[in-house]
Nanobody
Framework: QVQLVESGGGLVQPGGSLRLSCAAS????????MGWYRQAPGKERELVAR??????????RYADSVKGRFTISRDNAKNMVYLQMNSLKPEDTAVYYC???????????????WGQGTQVTVSS
């Protein structure tokens, strides 16, 4: 069974920083792309950042609203993905979800898995 678990959320003042972590565990053969999404109250879930690693070359993609402030990275050896969030704004307040496209062991197909989410609140 494959599982994603996020950590690192919390309450931070505007202009502050947080680092989110997401660990993938279980019977994993390969992890393709990984990403972070967020959902604010009353809004749809939206992409924050995504990272794909092919032959040790990482390609990243960001929502326009977080470019220059957020940085996504991953540690393939540990099956982890991170989101460094700087210069946080009140509008960044949301539940942040990790997801990953994972091929489980003994399986020919890849599936999209989601974490349970971690709350980020930016407020003074």
């Amino acid at each position: 069974q494959v599982q994603l678990v996020e950590s690192g959320g919390g309450l931070v003042q505007p202009g502050g920083s947080l680092r989110l972590s997401c660990a993938a565990s279980g019977s994993i053969f390969n992890i393709n792309d990984m990403g972070w999404y967020r959902q604010a109250p009353g809004k749809e879930r939206e992409l924050v950042a995504r990272i794909t690693s092919v032959a040790s070359v990482a390609t990243t993609r960001y929502a326009d609203s977080v470019k220059g402030r957020f940085t996504i990275s991953r540690d393939n050896a540990k099956n982890m993905v991170y989101l460094q969030m700087n210069s946080l704004k009140p509008e960044d307040t949301a539940v942040y979800y990790c997801n990953a496209n994972i091929r489980p062991r003994y399986n020919d197909a890849s599936y999209l898995y989601w974490g349970q989410g971690t709350q980020v609140t930016v407020s003074s």
